[in-house]
């Protein structure tokens, strides 16, 4: 084909003057090969054509089997891939079946010890230790129950009895009062008969062998107990009062003579 085509453009291709090439100009072979290059030039182009056309057909079918030879290694690296998770997979399996012979073979020689008589022993005692064991924890639960039952009956019984004892502390308040009220009217009562007694004072707030002051004290609220009493001593100055009008002022009794005013004494004859 190349040859044809050298021969065509060389007949078909004008001289620089513009004419054809005279024979005279170069060798007759040359002319002749010529010659008959221009003649079948048609021929070599058509041929040209049709040799254009297979090679665009050989590209096409070119390309396409490099398009199926690059599918064909694509599906040939994902069967390496799954080759590859298969051989894992059958690793792993064998790993697993090598565990399930040994726990198999464990399982068998533990059930060949069972059926000796000194493991069927142990079995045996195993199973009453367990009984026993149930039969202990039956008896707790049982316990259990009952101390639960107690312990609810007890805590009504401690709510009742805080009830009573809430009930008895309101009642002591209340006499404490009271208590406090009557020795103050005593209290008062005698300061104001006092010209007639002399200086024969009892503080009725501090008696032998009873004291109204610890007892306002442990039970009565300090506010509630009377100004300038102390609970915990056995004498109590008595507040300062004013004497009526016209009246001498009496002298206050001091704390050794409320002391001496507790020891009984017998009337002079002159009171």
Not at 19 to 31: A, F, K, L
Not at 91 to 120: E, F, H, W, Y
Request: charged share 30%; proline share 6%.
């Amino acid at each position: 084909a190349q040859v044809y085509c050298k021969m065509a453009s060389a007949a078909v291709s004008p001289s620089r003057a513009g004419r054809d090439v005279q024979p005279s100009e170069m060798d007759e072979w040359e002319y002749s090969w010529r010659r008959k290059a221009r003649a079948v030039a048609p021929e070599v182009q058509r041929e040209l054509t049709e040799a254009a056309g297979v090679l665009q057909r050989l590209l096409d079918v070119n390309r396409h089997l490099h398009g199926a030879v690059r599918r064909k290694k694509q599906e040939l690296r994902q069967y390496e891939d799954d080759n590859k998770q298969l051989s894992n997979k059958l690793a792993a399996a064998d790993v697993r079946q090598n565990c399930r012979k040994q726990v198999t073979d464990t399982l068998s020689d533990g059930i060949s010890r069972l059926q000796d008589p000194m493991g069927n022993r142990q079995v045996v005692e195993l199973g009453n230790e367990v009984t026993q064991l149930e039969g202990k924890i039956a008896a707790l639960n049982a316990a259990n129950v009952e101390m639960s039952a107690a312990h609810k009956k007890d805590r009504k019984l401690l709510e009742q009895q805080a009830d009573v004892l809430k009930g008895m502390r309101a009642r002591e308040g209340e006499l404490a009062k009271r208590l406090e009220k009557l020795v103050r009217a005593l209290n008062e009562a005698q300061r104001n008969a006092e010209g007639t007694f002399g200086d024969n004072f009892t503080d009725y707030r501090v008696i032998k062998g009873a004291s109204a002051a610890k007892v306002l004290g442990m039970v009565v609220a300090p506010q509630m107990i009377v100004p300038g009493a102390v609970p915990d001593s056995d004498v109590v100055p008595e507040p300062p009062t004013r004497p009526p009008h016209g009246a001498r002022p009496q002298r206050k009794p001091s704390q050794r003579k409320t002391q001496e005013s507790e020891i009984p004494q017998h009337p002079t004859p002159e009171e």
